[in-house]
């Protein structure tokens, strides 16, 4: 019972002080008792007088509080380390697998949360031991980091691929993120003999039953022609 009125009573301070009340109610207790018993001095003994008049002071200074519904200000501080995400390209394009080295780099950086995600068609928890993803998408991992850190202390974001992106929106001109992306590039430079289909071009609007015409470019990479 005692710790509640102590809970009270500091709530009851904290309300009165923040909201710049205290004055105000005091001088409307006092206004209305004195109101309300000054012309009943003479008819009163003293000793009832002042007792009505302050019982009616409190009670209406009380009441002004009820009125005035002062609103409690709370302020909290929360202290947030930088945040770094290490994000792992788990394609299949990429052929070395770095786990054990991405795991290292995770736990060497103190001072800061580290969090561990690994991408191919969308944004998957901590590292992968088998790059078999079929399909990368940059635009889509970063748009997912930026919705998971919203309002975080995000400073900056370890990437590591190949760098080939084959759906979504090229990286390079969204603006899914604010922060510092810092590559570890990874794959085969070297060139080797390979097709592929570099353009197709055809009309944008068909009608149903009509024929039209397709252009395909095909390119070879160290291929020899023959003519």
């Known amino acids: 019972m005692f710790a509640e009125v102590c809970l009270h009573s500091f709530m009851l301070h904290n309300i009165i002080f923040s909201n710049n009340l205290f004055v105000i109610c005091v001088l409307l207790g006092l206004f209305f008792s004195l109101l309300?018993?000054?012309?009943?001095?003479?008819?009163l003994k003293s000793s009832i007088l002042y007792s009505l008049t302050i019982f009616r002071f409190?009670?209406?200074?009380?009441?002004?509080?009820l009125l005035l519904d002062p609103v409690v200000k709370s302020e909290n501080k929360i202290t947030e380390q930088p945040i770094v995400v290490i994000l792992q390209d788990g394609s299949s394009s990429i052929q070395q697998n770095i786990f054990k080295q991405l795991?290292?780099?995770?736990?060497?950086?103190?001072?800061y949360d580290v969090y561990n995600y690994n991408f191919s068609d969308k944004l998957y928890s901590d590292f992968t031991l088998?790059?078999?993803?079929?399909?990368t998408d940059f635009s889509k991992a970063l748009g997912q980091i930026k919705s998971?850190?919203?309002?975080?202390?995000?400073?900056?974001?370890?990437l590591a691929s190949d760098g080939l992106n084959n759906t979504g929106l090229n990286p390079l001109?969204?603006?899914?993120?604010?922060?510092?992306?810092h590559t570890i590039c990874l794959g085969d430079t070297n060139i080797y003999s390979d097709n592929f289909i570099s353009d197709v071009k055809h009309n944008d609007i068909v009608f149903f039953g009509n024929s039209f015409?397709?252009?395909i470019y095909i390119e070879s990479k160290k291929y020899i022609a023959n003519y």
């Open 148 to 158: 998971i850190f919203s309002n975080r202390n995000l400073s900056s974001i370890v």
């Open 213 to 215: 015409q397709s252009e």
């Open 130 to 135: 088998e790059n078999n993803g079929l399909i």
């Open 103 to 111: 795991n290292n780099l995770s736990k060497k950086l103190s001072g």
């Open 36 to 43: 309300l018993y000054y012309n009943q001095r003479k008819n």
């Open 173 to 181: 001109f969204s603006d899914n993120l604010e922060v510092p992306i």
């Open 58 to 65: 409190i009670l209406i200074t009380l009441l002004s509080f």
